[in-house]
């Protein structure tokens, strides 16, 4: 891009608006699949949380067992993500130089390439995963809390099989 602040500035912000872009279609495509997880995790155990309604829990408790869920979730899973993220980037960049190190000695310019950790990425990573699954656990939480106590112990509306004449 040279010296130019123009074209500088395009660039940037042309590659934020695609990071934008794709990081919303992969959160919300997380937060299907994760909220689905958490569904059925609080679907196998309705009757438990009947039982527990029936004793004098709240919708507030019942929600609540399922966002602690999913925090236990966020506080194993994202430091491992970035852990595994920053090892697989760490190999790939050096398997780049490797191969690039042939080019380099053929050519009178050298391209190498340097792992950086961006602090700035991992928090806005940290964030935006905690902001998934609080999300994922937060609809399925709202449910299990909404059924009535009697309504879960019995099983009603897990399952809804509708009779069709033949």
Do not use: C
Request: glycine share 8%; no cysteine; hydrophobic share 55%.
């Amino acid at each position: 891009l040279g010296e130019s602040h123009y074209y500088t500035s395009m660039y940037n912000e042309m590659l934020l608006g695609l990071g934008a872009v794709f990081s919303t279609i992969i959160i919300a495509a997380s937060v299907i699949v994760m909220s689905n997880s958490f569904r059925v995790s609080a679907g196998e155990r309705i009757r438990q949380f009947g039982i527990l309604k029936s004793v004098g829990a709240t919708k507030r408790q019942i929600s609540h067992i399922i966002m602690y869920e999913g925090l236990l979730l966020a506080v194993a899973a994202i430091p491992a993500g970035i852990a595994l993220g920053l090892l697989v980037n760490f190999i790939g960049i050096q398997i780049m130089d490797d191969l690039l190190a042939a080019a380099n000695r053929r050519n009178t310019f050298q391209i190498n390439f340097d792992f950086v950790v961006a602090w700035q990425a991992i928090t806005i990573s940290i964030i935006l995963s905690f902001v998934t699954v609080w999300l994922s656990a937060w609809i399925p939480a709202g449910k299990a809390a909404k059924m009535a106590a009697i309504d879960a112990i019995r099983g009603k509306n897990e399952v809804e099989i509708k009779a069709k004449n033949v």
